[in-house]
């Protein structure tokens, strides 16, 4: 996708939204891990909650992903 950045600029964009897919899949996983390891009286309500919050920063990381890949960059888990 054309941009109006310049090369160097571009990479820094890249590497500065690689850091935040990186933090955000880290937080997908934290999240997903209190989802699975939940317990006590509000089990359900919490089980439910963390899975719907996990989906959310899912759906926000690829939007990450996606913007780092705009500019024909490469993200993070890209295959080289």
């Not at 590497?15 to 897919?21: T, Y």
């Amino acid at each position: 996708t054309p941009t109006d950045l310049k090369n160097n600029a571009t990479k820094t964009v890249a590497q500065a939204l690689n850091g935040v897919l990186a933090d955000s899949y880290a937080l997908y996983l934290k999240t997903k891990n209190f989802h699975w390891h939940v317990s006590g009286l509000h089990f359900r309500d919490y089980h439910l909650m963390f899975d719907e919050q996990a989906a959310e920063i899912l759906a926000t990381t690829d939007l990450i992903a996606e913007r780092v890949l705009r500019p024909a960059l490469v993200t993070v888990a890209a295959p080289k």
